[in-house]
């Protein structure tokens, strides 16, 4: 999957929610009753028709050499039936609270895209994962949804109600999943859990997947004691293959019995979200918030192919226990996401999956924050985008048959949006990707690239050169090419992490702007060509 589109890929779903900090459980009352929903669920009279034969959507486990354990799950018909997603919100019994700041000012952009390095000082990145929140538990369980013995469904959850936030992909189809949640974002207060699936995309299942997505939450319901409407689900992998529902269902009951804070709990649900992924991906830090109250974020993500978000078969979540109004934690997600999720790109395919949640249980003693204006609010995006950035370059790194990370890097750009365009074109590019597995400094091939971005930008001006462990090596100045050795280049471009840097020199306004990529490797056409077997 491509990883780096979730630019305009985010869907904005702010709505107002219950402000209170201290928000406790509140009584378990759904508008129908388990009973009353699963004969709605069964009880439509439909007609069938044969599923289509599946095709590929990337995230299926990735041992990656060939399985001979692997099986497709059997499929069964999907149905005509019209099933919606408009139930009927539930109305939490909180206290009210104050209403938020209604005219806000925008905080500079300028405070939210500094470099990582200039957040070092305030934000301390931990060598953990989601345990470092005990007010959440999580769970990964092998329900065999597609393989035997393989983790592959995961459980966020928290006792105490959480705010949530998300951005989807703008692939015009979408799973059932993506829908689900899009509708759930806008009419439900609060939520408690989040439950993933791998190897099983749920999409193009018609009315089958959305009957399987309210059935899911209503599993859900029962195995955690929770409101029907406040559970958040997500799936990848094989496209057009219905839910095998009584796995789905069993797998829920072994999540609830297996949830709990530890860092076993924590892996165990980092792993049961991969596919293709050769490794679990996980990141935490923590900060102070003004009033010196400890705030915490963590995050899990997965993403190895069929990335170019818009975003892709990309799934990231983060929880924290700040104390955040819903409005903000959603503006705060859109905003990072296109500096981070949306500038990674595998092999430019952007998944029907996609979706990034973050969801806040404000357990945290800091203020309420309803202004973006404040501090707390500034140093929480801070956060946020170290959070998702380090995520970003974990996907991007672990791209299918990926041998090293590449990372562009465009400096003093007349605006933010030229300077996007131009390094996630570069790292899009096939030639420019197998330029780097060959160890070849084809700069041309760059150049090309940033010709197509469909943006101008002074050519005159462009300083070039690429980077590594291995040294540097300066390919144009003053938009002049130079003379290369081409013996030093190659072995600078023989290490793991490779870094183009495109310096337009613009000195008034400048901006700069950082997408991550992967080289193209024989393992990639490999892994693709017998994704389904």
């Known amino acids: 999957m491509n990883s780096s589109n979730l630019k305009n890929t985010s ?22 009753t388990p009973s009353q929903i699963v004969q709605n669920l069964r009880s439509s009279n439909t007609k069938t028709t044969s599923t289509p034969k599946p095709n590929i959507a990337k995230s299926t486990p990735k041992p990656r050499a060939k399985s001979s354990t692997k099986s497709t799950p059997k499929t069964t018909p999907s149905t005509k039936s019209t099933t919606t997603f408009h139930l009927k919100p539930i109305k939490a019994k909180t206290p009210s609270v104050a209403n938020t700041a209604t005219n806000a000012t925008k905080i500079s952009t300028k405070s939210i895209q500094k470099s990582i390095k200039d957040f ?22 092998k329900a065999g949804v597609k393989y035997k013995d393989r983790l592959d469904m995961a459980l966020l959850y928290s006792a105490t109600p959480c705010v949530a936030a998300g951005v989807f992909t703008r692939n015009r189809v979408r799973a059932a999943c993506v829908e689900y949640n899009i509708e759930r974002l806008k009419d439900t207060p ?25 059935e899911s939450a209503l599993s859900a319901s029962i195995a955690l004691d929770i409101d029907f409407h406040s559970t958040l689900l997500a799936s990848t992998g094989v496209i057009g293959v219905p839910l095998p529902m009584p796995k789905i269902k069993k797998g829920i009951l072994s999540l609830a019995k297996a949830k709990g804070s530890s860092e076993v709990c924590a892996s165990n649900a980092a792993k049961a979200i991969m596919t293709t992924d050769t490794y679990q991906k996980q990141c935490a830090l923590e900060f102070r918030s003004k009033n010196g109250s400890k705030i915490r ?53 952007t998944s029907t999956n996609d979706m990034v949640l973050a969801l806040s249980n404000k357990t945290a003693k800091n203020e309420l924050i309803v202004d973006e204006r404040s501090v707390d609010y500034k140093s929480f995006v801070q956060g946020l985008m170290m959070i998702c950035d380090e995520l970003s370059r974990q996907i991007a790194k672990d791209g299918e048959g990926a041998s090293k990370l590449i990372t562009a890097s465009v400096q003093n750009a007349p605006s933010k949006r030229v300077a996007r365009k131009l390094a996630k074109s570069i790292i899009s590019s096939n030639l420019v990707k197998c330029a780097v597995y060959g160890n070849d400094a084809n700069w041309g091939r760059i150049l090309c ?21 291995g040294g540097e090596i300066i390919i144009m100045k003053n938009g002049q090419a130079l003379q290369i050795n081409e013996k030093k280049a190659t072995r600078i471009l023989g290490f793991d992490e490779v870094n183009i840097i495109a310096d337009l020199k613009n000195k008034n306004g400048a901006k700069g702007a950082k997408a991550y990529g992967c080289d193209l490797t024989p393992q990639y056409i490999s892994i693709n060509a017998d994704y389904r077997s």
């Open 11 to 32: 869907t904005d779903l702010q709505h107002s929610s219950p402000q209170n900090p201290s928000l406790q459980n509140t009584a378990k009352n759904p508008p129908l």
């Open 120 to 141: 070092a000082p305030k934000m301390r990145m931990l060598k953990k994962g989601l345990e470092i929140l005990p007010s959440f538990e999580f769970a990964g369980v």
């Open 190 to 214: 609060y939520f408690h859990s989040v439950i993933i699936n791998a190897s099983n995309a749920n999409a193009c299942t018609g009315e089958r997947g959305k009957k399987d997505c309210l």
């Open 297 to 349: 974020l963590a995050g899990i993500a997965k993403g190895s192919g069929m990335i170019h978000p818009n975003m892709a078969t990309l799934l990231g979540f983060v929880i924290t226990d700040i104390n955040i109004s819903q409005k903000l934690l959603q503006k705060a997600l859109k905003k990072v996401t296109k500096n981070t999720f949306n500038m990674i790109s595998v092999d430019r395919d």
């Open 449 to 469: 690239a940033m010709g197509y971005a469909g943006v101008e930008f002074p050519k005159e001006k462009l300083d070039l050169k690429i980077t590594s462990k």
